[in-house]
């Protein structure tokens, strides 16, 4: 009867999981598309909770609770601006749990009770593999995302040939494993590759290209995951894995798609190998400056604005003025639309949960290659800390980082505002000639201050 009860939860979940994610494919939906995936893991949760195997409860008692009071306030303290950032550790923290569950799997079997089967050492070696390359190509993203590591792609001679050996002689461990499972030698030499794998691919990618990173990386944890429940024999911690490994690539492959990248380049970490001779910054170019009260009377004899958001706006908290500046604009007649590059921010879907949160409303956010064509008629395009993705070097200039990427063609409108707190180069660390044309204004200063002036000067 227990093991019916199991067996109707998991597919309860399975079912709950589906439909949620059915659900966040929607704006309408994505709210109740995540009630009913958090449903589904708890049902998952207490369908596991009756499991045979489990002999005690106290230490999950104890892992729900020093769990649950650090998820907390994590989930509470942290700002949106932060939110990538969390995302890479908890990436790193699950891919963490997984090998250390694969280690503890192995010894209980292969070491202490001397037997295990070929199937299962197979899945333990692929999960293993797997969760240490997620832990610490996770925490490399981080420390890029965080600004401890530098955001250039950090290369050297011969890193692709050592990263593409190192992968073949750990898959060939892996596959020598499940012949010779109780070589232990062996199974750790595969967990010390797979760390330094984790390190070595994510290092030359450089900091515009994270939002891919954070998609692969939450592929490689379900991946991990999957592999986990067949070692396991746990049917839901399959699925679960195999859902989130999936979406997870094919979001990787999208985002790929919609910069440019091949993505090949993406799995084994190649990014860094475009010849980079673009300065970091601008030196001595002059610049065209704009005061808020200039900006104003421009936007004031503007029809149509198109905003393009970017970090910038996110580590200013600006949502919410740009928001009240929106709502200002329109009682005046003009024409308000948000352009979304699909790497905007730090991760997928970053300027669309800032801008929701401000309650701006989603049919005014326009994709890029939905705004593009339109972009010429535009009477004033304001860039509020967007540097890449408006970046045309990635139309022209064969030598930079990011040629090949789509961009917003923020410099095709008639006018630019670029509100930015200085000339630094944004996240990708190279000069964007947009500031220097003609039709460009650069309004510098904090970009929620400087919209809280626009928005005042526009109301007298």
């Known amino acids: 009867m227990k093991l019916q009860l199991i067996y109707l939860a998991y597919f309860a979940s399975t079912v709950l999981f589906i439909v949620g994610l059915r659900g966040l494919t929607k704006p309408d939906a994505a709210r109740r598309g995540i009630i ?27 892992g729900l609770i020093v769990g649950t009071i650090i998820g907390i306030p994590m989930g509470l303290w942290i700002p949106m601006t932060k939110m990538p950032e969390r995302i890479a550790l908890s990436h790193a923290f699950g891919g963490l749990a997984v090998a250390l569950v694969g280690v503890a799997e192995y010894i209980r079997h292969a070491v202490m009770a001397g037997h295990i089967t070929q199937f299962t050492m197979g899945a333990l070696g692929f999960e293993v593999f797997f969760g240490t390359v997620t832990f610490t190509g996770s925490l490399m993203a981080f420390g890029k995302l965080q600004g401890i590591l530098s955001g250039r792609p950090q290369t050297f001679k011969g ?43 994510v290092v030359p990618i450089g900091g515009a290209d994270m939002p891919v990173v954070i998609c692969l990386m939450n592929s490689y944890a379900g ?5 986990s429940g067949f070692a396991l024999d746990n049917n839901i911690l399959i699925i679960c894995g195999a859902l989130d490994g999936g979406s997870g690539f094919l979001l990787a492959m999208i985002m790929s798609k919609a910069m440019n990248r091949s993505f090949g380049n993406v799995l084994f970490g190649a990014f860094g190998q475009v010849e980079q001779t673009s300065a970091a910054t601008g030196g001595s170019k002059p610049v065209k400056s704009f005061t808020v009260e200039d900006a104003a009377e421009f936007l004031k004899q503007a029809s149509s604005v198109v905003i393009v958001p970017g970090y910038g706006m996110a580590v200013a908290q600006a949502q919410h003025a740009v928001g009240e500046l929106q709502e200002i604009l329109e009682k005046k007649g003009v024409e308000v639309r948000y352009a979304i590059h699909p790497v905007a921010g730090r991760m997928p879907g970053h300027m669309n949960v800032l801008l929701a949160e401000a309650s701006v409303p989603y049919d005014h956010l326009i994709e890029m290659d939905a705004i593009n064509p339109s972009m010429p008629t535009v009477d004033v395009c304001m860039v509020i800390g967007a540097n890449d993705v408006v970046n045309p070097a990635a139309r022209t200039d064969k ?11 923020a410099d095709r409108s008639k006018m630019v505002f670029v509100l930015k707190r200085s000339m630094a180069a944004g996240f990708a660390g190279i000069d964007n000639p947009l500031f220097y044309l003609e039709n460009t204004r650069m309004v510098f200063g904090d970009a929620k201050n400087t919209i809280h002036a626009l928005n005042a000067e526009l109301k007298k």
Request: proline share 2%; aromatic share 10%.
């Open 36 to 62: 009913l995936a958090g449903v589904g893991m708890l049902v998952a949760i207490v369908g596991t909770l009756l499991h045979r195997d489990i002999i005690t409860y106290q230490w999950i008692i104890v």
């Open 159 to 201: 890193q692709n040939t050592l990263t593409l050996a190192l992968l073949a002689a750990c898959l060939g461990f892996v596959v020598w494993l499940i012949f010779s499972p109780y070589l232990s030698g062996l199974f750790y030499t595969v967990v010390g590759v797979g760390l330094l794998l984790g390190i070595l691919l």
């Open 223 to 227: 991946l991990a995951a999957s592999a």
């Open 399 to 409: 030598s930079s980082a990011i040629y090949g990427m789509p961009i917003i063609d």
